[in-house]
């Protein structure tokens, strides 16, 4: 098995290509070690790893967030890890630890009925522009609420603390929205 590595704009945060299928649909954002062991055989085992503070499944990709040591000391230990889950055959989630993640991706959402169609407008830009390429660096957003002109937007994975967040946000996604979407003024990250 042969696992690609790449960068991200992130610098705490490296992207793992495993060349199989990690999640078949949705995403998963672990932030603790609790809650990576309970709900994930593979996020449990990258938690085990000091200096891991945060892992992110995409469809083909996991993410890894370090404090501490550089990437040459804990790359090595996160490719065996990963190795040596996908080796075993073990789910990458537990049962039902899925549909729990992607249960709470439209939970929190909050915007007034009368503007349904702003929204559902938004959330198609953002599933066919912004999170592509929000992926190709490890990441993803998604949509959490609008309210008075303002969009409310979750980060996740190598976004997630990302110094160009920022940047990302105002200058990216607010502006393609602006575009599209005249009601929308002004976007916001909510955690």
Known sequence: MFIQTEATPNPATLKFLPGKEVLASGTADFRDADTAREASPLAGRLFDIPGVTGVFFGYDFVTVTKDGPDWQHLKPAILGAIMEHFMSGA???????????????????????ADQEIVVTIKELLDTRV????????GDITFRGYENGTVFLHMKGACAGCPSSTATLKHGIQNLLRHFVPEVQQVEQVG
């Open 131 to 138: 999170r592509p390429a929000v992926a190709q660096d490890g």
């Open 91 to 113: 789910p990458v989630m537990g049962t039902g630890a899925q549909a729990a993640a992607d249960d709470g991706e439209t939970a929190a959402e909050f915007y007034d009925q």
